[in-house]
């Protein structure tokens, strides 16, 4: 069965630090992957995907992946209040989309 | 962005009842559509994904006739959860896609149906 498996946290950050998500996949067959942002009571909304190794930046934010180590992360630069949020990973077999989420770790970027 | 929409955003209902959630994208054809449930602090878990025009592809240990699933126009899928009860008390989340296989094809998703059942 395949998972996605990620810390739960919560990951606490000061305003301004970088904040550093990781997540880690079992299926070698996946061939993309997916942060979601979710605040609570809200459905989640996406900030980035990647699929090929190395990194990938948008903003403030920088997606990591490595398949070798089955191994995806999101860092996010001068983080603010407004990032306090639950990130989730997910990745997509390939051929499909159906998406398989982790757990998601809670951040919370405090002042 | 494409936009998706969820009918009701909240709803609340007596055990035994019978509850209808929409699921509509709003300005693109969605060529599949996937219904999610997620209990609190917990993850997005997917219950099954839908076609157009044919039969929904259950999650295994999804009742397929309890969450019944009907995805009639590229733009519309509906979930009902017949003979609700406490415990399907959660929160029901769709997203949709427009077509399938490339890897960067993004699942957009509603804003979510918060359903309790009394």
């Known amino acids: 069965q395949k998972e996605v498996e990620q810390n739960s946290g919560p990951l606490s950050v000061p305003e301004g630090a970088i904040a550093s998500l990781n997540c880690t996949y079992s299926d070698r067959g996946s061939q993309s992957f997916f942060w979601y942002r979710q605040y609570s009571g809200k459905s989640p909304e996406l900030i980035m995907f990647i699929y090929s190794n190395g990194d990938k930046e948008d903003g403030r934010f920088t997606a990591q992946l490595n398949k070798a180590s089955q191994y995806v992360s999101l860092l996010i630069r001068d983080s603010q209040p407004s990032d306090s949020a639950t990130y989730l990973c997910a990745d997509k077999e390939g051929g499909g989309n159906k998406l398989t989420f982790g757990t998601g770790t809670q951040l919370k970027v405090e002042l | 962005g494409a936009v998706v929409s969820q009918h009701p955003s909240r709803v609340i209902c007596k055990s035994g009842t019978s509850v209808k959630i929409e699921c509509r994208s709003l300005?693109?054809?969605?060529?599949?559509m996937f219904w999610y449930r997620q209990f609190p602090k917990q993850s997005l878990m997917l219950m099954a994904t839908s076609n157009e025009g044919s039969k929904a592809t259950y999650e295994q240990g999804v009742e397929k006739d309890k969450f019944l699933i009907n995805h009639a126009s590229l733009t519309l899928s509906t979930l009902t959860v017949t003979s609700a009860h406490p415990e399907d008390s959660s929160f029901y989340i769709c997203?949709?896609?427009?077509?399938?296989?490339?890897?960067?094809?993004?699942?957009?998703f509603g804003p979510g149906t918060r359903l309790t059942v009394l």
């Open positions: 300005d693109f054809q969605a060529t599949t």
């Open positions: 997203s949709a896609t427009t077509s399938g296989g490339a890897s960067y094809n993004e699942q957009f």
